[in-house]
């Protein structure tokens, strides 16, 4: 059954085209002036290949991460922060022709790449999002789920940032953020912070893994709006 947000995909991504690349001030969204700024990593902006090693996908067991962010068949996903479109590809082959990706990310670079390997993959289920530092410009209602892969620890006011995406956010989706122990500044942001910070723009935690990595280093959460 399709729910009331759900929408057709050619409807979606008529109303979708309307709203990628509208650009906002450099600097990003306004109103962020004045919010507590924790240490924050600087977006990666080097070779995308780096993304692509062949055994990254049984070291994240990115299958299970799908399996546990619900996306299967006809779902609608966002991959926030998206680099070189890794899991781009693979959630859109996961959802198939019903399905849609939204890839995002604040590097025009990227967006242009995952274009070409979408088109190249024949992937016609995936739209690429500029996004800005402190919003992600989903359309909304739009998606199911969502993933951040290894990109939290760069948003420099995540409580502002994570509340403006809950407007993209259909009932029940779920946010899921795979990241790794560090200061912020060290590519990696202590689990802890993350749970508080998610706890005060409004999500609840509802699952916690440590199987993303052997050493568990790396921690995998589950949240959803409370």
């Known amino acids: 059954m399709m729910d009331s947000g759900r929408l057709g995909l050619g409807r979606f991504f008529l109303g979708f085209a309307?709203?990628?690349?509208?650009?906002?001030?450099?600097?990003?969204?306004?109103?962020?002036?004045?919010?507590?700024?924790?240490?924050?990593?600087?977006?990666?902006?080097?070779?995308?290949?780096?993304?692509?090693?062949?055994d990254r996908d049984k070291k994240l067991q990115i299958d299970r991460v799908m399996d546990l962010l619900g996306i299967v068949q006809g779902k609608n996903v966002a991959d926030i922060g998206a680099g070189s479109g890794w899991f781009t590809v693979r959630a859109a082959r996961r959802v198939g022709p019903t399905g849609a990706v939204l890839a995002e990310d604040i590097n025009p670079l990227a967006i242009e790449y995952i274009g070409k390997r979408a088109v190249k993959e024949n992937l016609s289920n995936v739209r690429t999002v500029l996004g800005s530092a402190d919003d992600p410009r989903l359309p909304t209602g739009s998606v199911d789920a969502v993933l951040m892969l290894k990109v939290y620890h760069e948003i420099a006011h995540p409580v502002p940032t994570m509340k403006v995406l809950q407007k993209a956010l259909r009932q029940g989706a779920k946010v899921g953020i795979i990241d790794r122990n560090g200061n912020g500044a060290d590519h990696g942001l202590n689990q802890d912070v993350v749970v508080t910070e998610m706890g005060e723009a409004g999500y609840k935690l509802v699952g916690t893994f440590d199987f993303t990595k052997a050493d568990k280093e790396d921690y995998f959460l589950i949240f959803q709006v409370r």
């Not at 650009?23 to 070779?47: F, I, K």
Request: hydrophobic share 25%; no cysteine; glycine share 18%.
């Open 18 to 54: 309307l709203v990628v690349g509208v650009g906002l001030p450099a600097g990003g969204q306004t109103g962020t002036q004045g919010v507590t700024q924790r240490p924050t990593s600087t977006p990666y902006s080097g070779d995308l290949s780096i993304f692509e090693y062949p």
